[in-house]
């Protein structure tokens, strides 16, 4: 049809991963255009948006008290609705550009295993926020293509995309999930962890964003180095600036019940997997995806526990975005990819 053909072909079609730490947009025919926090901060009495992304996110506690600043995703679904609408029409007018027609056909990851409900406000508010048809991916499915695993082959394909909000660990083949779990231990909780263990052995408390710029620099999953680090925060007892000095060591040691505790799990999707496809494993690995899989050592840690080898992909926090624009150049057709059009 004439009409459809020429609408494809002046659309400004996106790919978006929306993840709870994380935004990214694929552009058709540009690239990936945005890479953005998951943060919008907005005035509490006019609510007009005056900042997303890296911007807001600079904001986060030290903001007045007349500012919002919030992040709208929890565990990687929608915690606010109409927060998370304001974020990505903002998001997607500055990837795409303010064109009133034709709208983009934009594809989505969402989380594995998230509910129907959620999967309703995703695809309510990316249509509320502009985009004219909506078409679902499942973020394992969409990392494993983004990192180049032959996905479409009847083949195991063992994926472990760690979020700020969720780790997805799931074997794909012939297009789909056969066996995964998402479980809410990722990149957030590892902060966390790091709070938690300052506060409760040095009486120190940091702050959310410190606690990630120091998993990021001075974290070690396993075999951390030696030397001292420096950490500036308040005392817990008597409320005053202090500092301190603890060692690589003493992170890896905070990490030590998440880490487990995602250890715990690929053992228990590993043991879900059929046969044959978990003899592919042998040869094909494991292959992690995610911003959380730049933990220092993070492979060397799950090689060790899962006796497989593991992989680590090019540039790990845009694989789903990626793997979304390899659907895209596959629309209307998706061959055997899973691929739920709204």
Known sequence: MPGVRLLARYSRDLGVDLGTANTLVYLRGKGIVLREPSVIAFDRVTKK???????????????????????????????DFD?????????????????ALPSPRVVLSTPYGSTPVE?????EATRQAGARDVFLVEEPVAAALGAGLPVEEP?????????????????????????GRSLPVAGDSFNEAIQAYLRRHHHLQI??????????????ACHPPGGKIEIKGVHTLTRLPARIKITPADLTTALAEPLQTLLHNCRHVLDKTPPQLAADLIQQGITLTGGGALLH???SFLADGLQLPVTIADDPLAAVVRGTAVILQKLPRTTRLQVMRA
Not at 49 to 68: F, I, K, Q, T
Not at 155 to 179: D, F, P, Q, W
């Open 207 to 220: 702050g959310f964003t410190s606690a990630e710029r120091l998993k990021i620099t001075s974290t070690y």
């Open 155 to 179: 083949l195991g394909n063992l994926v472990i995309n760690i979020g700020g909000g969720t780790t997805e660990i799931a074997v794909v083949s012939l297009g789909g999930v056969v066996s």
């Open 297 to 299: 050592h993070l492979d």
């Open 49 to 79: 948006v005056v900042a997303a992304g890296e911007e807001a996110r600079s904001m986060l506690g030290r903001a007045p008290r007349r500012l919002v600043v919030y992040r709208p995703l929890r565990r990687g679904v929608i915690a």
């Open 83 to 99: 927060t998370t609408r304001l974020m990505l029409r903002y998001f997607l007018t500055r990837a795409a550009g303010r064109v």
């Open 119 to 123: 999967r309703r406000a995703l695809i």
